[in-house]
């Protein structure tokens, strides 16, 4: 089943402590993203990945980091979490270009 | 600054009847536009797209329709089915990178 994975699904952290959250795809695709979602503001893009070894900022970039060493990962680094990265993130990918994005899940994450 | 903006927070409809959703955008860069659906718990999944050399694109009972010197998109879901029932994102696509609106809460009432 084609499919975008995150993990973990909830998160509850204090603030400075370093995180990861996953991302994986099996659809072998090269287009890879991260959103936050929060009230009011919809869908910002956080940081996407034309391929391997290639990543870029988006929107809202601070505060976090990527890496992209193999196609199907894609995980999401908040180094020293505060507060106002509490929000619902969605990892993406496509085959590239403005085709339709396939999504994960979702993770909660609440910092504290 | 948001560079694209659903300006409706909620729609109610009743079952049967057209729902039409809008969205409005400023960066006149944006060459591909897409919708997509998010039920609570889930992530948003892709409903249909529209290219900016194009006025309107049609799949089922979704059409999409595209005024560019208005810079604006509007949704069509006809009939509306409580199915259809969720929060919908427009979205806009330049340079690599998609700007999504602040989505808009679509109740079908049987």
């Known amino acids: 089943e084609a499919q975008v994975t995150q993990n973990p699904r909830y998160l509850i952290t204090v603030t400075g402590k370093k995180l990861t959250v996953t991302c994986s795809q099996n659809?072998?695709?090269?287009?890879m993203s991260w959103y936050r979602q929060d009230p009011g503001l919809g869908l910002r893009q956080i940081y996407y990945?034309?391929?391997?070894?290639?990543?870029d900022k988006g929107d809202v970039p601070e505060g976090y980091k990527v890496s992209r060493k193999e196609k199907r990962n894609f995980p999401l680094i908040l180094e020293s979490p505060s507060p106002n990265q509490t929000s619902l993130y969605f990892c993406?990918?496509?085959?590239?270009?403005?085709?339709?994005?396939?999504f994960g899940p979702g993770t909660r994450l609440l910092v504290l | 600054d948001q560079q694209v903006k659903q300006n409706s927070p909620s729609l109610s409809v009743q079952e049967g009847r057209i729902s039409i959703l809008n969205c409005d955008y400023t960066?006149?860069?944006?060459?591909?536009f897409l919708w997509y659906k998010k039920y609570p718990a889930e992530g948003p999944t892709f409903l249909i797209s529209?290219?900016?050399?194009?006025d309107k694109n049609e799949d089922g009972r979704f059409t999409v329709f595209l005024n560019k010197s208005a810079k604006h998109l509007s949704l069509h879901i006809v009939p509306s089915q409580p199915g259809d029932s969720a929060v919908y994102f427009c979205?806009?696509?330049?340079?690599?990178?998609?700007?999504f609106g602040t989505g808009t809460s679509l109740t079908v009432i049987p």
């Open positions: 993406a990918s496509s085959l590239g270009g403005p085709w339709a994005q396939y």
């Open positions: 659809m072998n695709h090269e287009y």
């Open positions: 990945s034309m391929n391997v070894e290639v990543t």
């Open positions: 960066n006149s860069m944006f060459d591909y």
């Open positions: 529209i290219s900016s050399i194009k």
């Open positions: 979205a806009a696509y330049t340079g690599n990178q998609f700007y």
